[in-house]
């Protein structure tokens, strides 16, 4: 309610999972009982636990309201803490299409504006993480697709690594780069 009086919002869409317990579908009915007529709120399901896949569902959320000319405010306030930070980084894989993210206390009910952040990666790096998502595993291979020297592409792998986007013991991408990518 906090956002809803702050922000005057025209529409609301809920991010939570499939089958949520009973104490937040008496939320929603709540919310759809007291602003529901003059706000239109949607909900939509998510996983619980998976923050790559909540991050794509808000990412998805963000583009489809901002084609629409919305002024986006997310709040990662409700749900669980993975859904938080899902929202979270959702948010800040699409930062250009999102006007705040807010975290409203649970006491006081006082909103703290957090930063609109992005993942800091080139395009070169994006492509590099892209391949390895769809499976390449070839060095040779990427550096050809990507047109660059291969030592190159081994210097851009480095730096993945270090950034926490590659496994530092196998060839692959890590949860935060799928997460880097969407």
Known sequence: MACITQFSPNKIIL?????PPDKILEAERMLQETVGKVLEIISIPTSVYNVVIIARDTAEIIEEEHAHGHNIVVNISGGRKPQALGALFGSYSRHNMVEKIVYITEEDKNIIDLPILNFGISKTKR?????LYAGENNVKNLSIKIGISRGMTY????ELREMGLIDPKAFKITSAGELAII
Request: hydrophobic fraction near 35%.
């Open 15 to 19: 991010l939570r999972e499939e089958n």
């Open 127 to 131: 492509i590099i993480l892209e391949e």
């Open 155 to 158: 210097n851009h792998i480095r």
